[in-house]
């Protein structure tokens, strides 16, 4: 009882909100795998590399064509981390799709 109603709320679906990152996983000579942030923008992305794109909702896994293994089963495994913190509200996936490229 008491008080006054606030004009804060609590966001319905906080995964709506988050802000869209790249990540870029590459295996380096001596540092062996290494993921680091990344310009979100499609001259980050590269051949050679594996990238993660987090939108939050959706985690998307994009394999450059000379990507290793190794890169490859790093960022599955990010992508799977990320995945699990949300609760069930977000969904890792290989499938590229408008989306990607309009947020790229």
Same mark, same amino acid.
């Given at each position: ?7 804060? @709320? ?5 995964? @709506?909100?988050? $802000? ?10 001596? $540092?062996?795998? @290494?993921? $680091? ?5 499609? *001259?980050?992305? *590269? ?18 064509? @000379? ?5 490859? *089963?790093?960022? *599955? ?28």
């Amino acid at each position: 009882k008491g008080g006054k109603a606030s004009g804060f @709320q609590k966001p319905s679906n906080a995964v @709506q909100l988050y $802000e869209h990152k790249m990540f870029r996983v590459r295996k380096m000579q001596v $540092e062996g795998l @290494q993921l $680091e942030e990344v310009a979100l923008h499609h *001259n980050s992305l *590269n051949d050679g590399d594996v990238f993660i794109l987090d939108a939050g909702a959706k985690i998307y896994i994009w394999e450059g064509r @000379q990507a290793s293994p190794f890169e490859k *089963n790093h960022a *599955n495994k990010e992508a799977e981390r990320l995945e699990s913190e949300r609760d069930g509200k977000a969904t890792a996936t290989h499938d590229i799709d408008d989306a990607f490229w309009d947020l790229v």
